[in-house]
T-cell receptor, first 114, second 114 residues
Framework: GAVVSQHPSWVICKSGTSVKIECRSLDFQATTMFWYRQFPKQSLMLMATSNEGSKATYEQGVEKDKFLINHASLTLSTLTVTSAHPEDSSFYIC??????????FGPGTRLTVT | AQKVTQAQTEISVVEKEDVTLDCVYETRDTTYYLFWYKQPPSGELVFLIRRNSFDEQNEISGRYSWNFQKSTSSFNFTITASQVVDSAVYFCALSEWSQGNLIFGKGTKLSVKP
């Protein structure tokens, strides 16, 4: 199957700083990538849909100014958590869409804000 | 509205027992996909199966089997002769043709004790 990577796999940052998470499709191109967030012992919730060359679409309740998404190429989408706070600590997972019904997940990034 | 319900929050079995994880979904789309993923403690999602809405055939893969019934909007997952390595959180998910992203159930934590 296709491979999606995420970097970093884990990160610890101080409150008030910004963190960038990269999501790459390694062996295919993806016009659309999705960003999910998973709090401890909870399910995965869609945060935003990232489309190459256009603005991301955010789900209700997700602050677009806080979670900046850039999808500058067909193989890379980035999520930047700006001015991170402890409540942003979570597991962030991206997926890259080949076609409806077929997407591949990255291994996830565990963010801890102290 | 689209929704996935996994009513079982946690299940504990003894090794070699059979166990069924329930999944009920709601959607207005006539074309959709259903998935099961396994999430071990590392967090990475492991793809288990995808079914499209036009294929109601049950599937068996080794000790795993899936029962898809459109009449009851259910897509249940059975593990036969469970093993300790099956311990994980299992997510059922829905992808509608009109959306592309996955809608996850809350997950079922399966503990298999030796």
């Amino acid at each position: 199957g296709a491979v999606v990577s995420q970097h970093p796999s884990w990160v610890i940052c101080k409150s008030g700083t910004s963190v960038k998470i990269e999501c790459r499709s390694l062996d295919f191109q993806a016009t659309t990538m999705f960003w999910y967030r998973q709090f401890p012992k909870q399910s995965l919730m869609l945060m935003a849909t990232s489309n190459e060359g256009s603005k991301a679409t955010y789900e209700q309740g997700v602050e677009k100014d806080k979670f900046l998404i850039n999808h500058a190429s067909l193989t890379l989408s980035t999520l930047t958590v700006t001015s991170a706070h402890p409540e942003d600590s979570s597991f962030y997972i991206c997926s890259a869409l080949i076609r409806v019904g077929e997407q591949y997940f990255g291994p996830g990034t565990r963010l801890t804000v102290t | 509205a689209q929704k996935v319900t996994q009513a079982q929050t946690e299940i504990s079995v003894v090794e070699k027992e059979d166990v069924t994880l329930d999944c009920v979904y709601e959607t207005r789309d006539t074309t959709y996909y259903l998935f099961w993923y396994k999430q071990p403690p590392s967090g990475e999602l492991v793809f288990l199966i995808r079914r499209n809405s036009f294929d109601e055939q049950n599937e068996i893969s080794g000790r795993y089997s899936w029962n898809f019934q459109k009449s009851t909007s259910s897509f249940n997952f059975t593990i036969t002769a469970s093993q300790v390595v099956d311990s994980a959180v299992y997510f059922c998910a829905l992808s509608e043709w009109s959306q592309g992203n996955l809608i996850f159930g809350k997950g079922t934590k399966l503990s298999v004790k030796p």
